[in-house]
């Protein structure tokens, strides 16, 4: 038996915004009946700000609650702030979730952002399974490229975590030794990277926010220790796009030639470690 939180019981007894949107600006269907979850929102949008969502869900008690407090969440959040959700976040304002039943929240947050896409005009309703990816699990629909992805936000360890998270390997547990597979590649562990022309950058395949976590990881732990032997120190002023502005401090301010210099040494670090495009300013 499942040890569920207070707040669990009461989402999955008294379920909020339970229902449709005739005038959804955005709707995001994801699961299936015969997978045993299904999870449809409809949100409403006005002025960046999420005014109003609704849902409807086939599946278990935490599936119901999940999806009720998603929408708790969403009500009055910015589209920024909702691209932001993550599945964390939907078990945490319930106080927690057993772990064999977090892929509820992750069906919450994949229906978040179905509907911010169709919201834009980028997807149908219903999530197609139309990328470059590999079915990994026949039974339930899943993909290598959710379970990697589940590996690595949720850090996950074991097949058994994969399978609470994703419900890959539930089933017949035919691909089960692709789940380990994916397990030791998320680890960068035993992988031989195909052969390309082209050269790779850690940047590559990161969202933006992603990007600028590992610009500012490297200036932290690589750049600024540098300067600060030498007495000075840099800040991060801004990131648009390709350009990274910092401040030298604590430097000979009549020294031009010693700051480019050092613009020089940061922009060569940043583009060996993130991005080969990327040029530093000093503001």
């Given at each position: 038996m499942w040890?569920?939180?207070d707040?669990?019981k009461?989402?999955?007894?008294?379920?909020r915004?339970v229902?449709t949107?005739?005038?959804a600006?955005?709707?995001?269907?994801?699961?299936s009946?015969a997978?045993?979850d299904?999870l449809?929102?409809?949100?409403?949008v006005?002025?960046g700000?999420?005014t109003?969502a609704?849902?409807?869900?086939f599946g278990?008690?935490s599936?119901?609650?999940?999806?009720?407090?998603?929408?708790?969440?969403l009500?009055g959040?910015?589209?920024?702030?909702a691209e932001?959700?993550?599945?964390k976040d939907?078990a945490?304002y319930l106080?927690?979730?057993?772990?064999?039943?977090?892929h509820?929240?992750?069906m919450?947050?994949?229906?978040l952002?179905q509907?911010?896409?169709?919201?834009?005009?980028?997807?149908?309703?219903?999530?197609?399974?139309s990328?470059?990816g590999?079915l990994?699990?026949?039974c339930?629909?899943?993909?290598d490229?959710?379970?990697?992805r589940?590996?690595k936000?949720?850090d996950?360890?074991?097949?058994?975590?994969?399978t609470?998270?994703?419900k890959?390997g539930?089933?017949?547990g035919k691909?089960i030794d692709?789940?380990?597979?994916?397990?030791?590649?998320a680890r960068g562990?035993?992988?031989c990277?195909?052969?390309?022309?082209e050269?790779?950058?850690?940047?590559q395949g990161?969202?933006?926010i992603?990007?600028m976590?590992?610009?500012?990881?490297?200036?932290?732990?690589?750049?600024r220790?540098?300067?600060?032997?030498d007495?000075?120190?840099i800040?991060?002023?801004?990131?648009?796009r390709?350009?990274v502005?910092?401040k030298?401090i604590g430097?000979?301010?009549n020294c031009?030639s010693?700051?480019?210099t050092?613009q020089?040494v940061?922009?060569a670090k940043?583009?060996?470690k993130v991005?080969?495009?990327?040029?530093v300013r000093?503001?």
């Amino acid at each position: 038996m499942w040890e569920y939180t207070d707040r669990v019981k009461d989402h999955f007894l008294n379920p909020r915004n339970v229902g449709t949107l005739d005038d959804a600006d955005g709707v995001g269907e994801v699961g299936s009946l015969a997978c045993g979850d299904a999870l449809t929102l409809y949100i409403k949008v006005k002025d960046g700000i999420v005014t109003d969502a609704k849902f409807q869900t086939f599946g278990c008690a935490s599936a119901i609650a999940s999806s009720s407090a998603l929408t708790e969440i969403l009500i009055g959040k910015t589209v920024e702030e909702a691209e932001a959700l993550t599945n964390k976040d939907i078990a945490e304002y319930l106080g927690g979730l057993p772990r064999e039943k977090m892929h509820c929240s992750v069906m919450g947050q994949e229906a978040l952002e179905q509907a911010l896409k169709n919201m834009r005009g980028e997807a149908p309703s219903k999530m197609e399974h139309s990328h470059e990816g590999t079915l990994i699990c026949e039974c339930f629909g899943v993909f290598d490229e959710e379970i990697l992805r589940a590996i690595k936000e949720n850090d996950l360890k074991t097949v058994e975590d994969i399978t609470n998270f994703t419900k890959a390997g539930g089933g017949c547990g035919k691909c089960i030794d692709d789940l380990e597979r994916l397990l030791t590649e998320a680890r960068g562990e035993g992988v031989c990277p195909a052969p390309s022309s082209e050269p790779s950058f850690p940047a590559q395949g990161m969202t933006n926010i992603e990007r600028m976590h590992l610009i500012e990881s490297v200036i932290d732990d690589e750049v600024r220790p540098m300067l600060q032997a030498d007495g000075g120190d840099i800040r991060l002023m801004d990131i648009d796009r390709e350009t990274v502005m910092v401040k030298f401090i604590g430097m000979c301010s009549n020294c031009p030639s010693s700051h480019l210099t050092l613009q020089n040494v940061v922009e060569a670090k940043l583009r060996e470690k993130v991005d080969p495009n990327i040029v530093v300013r000093e503001g």
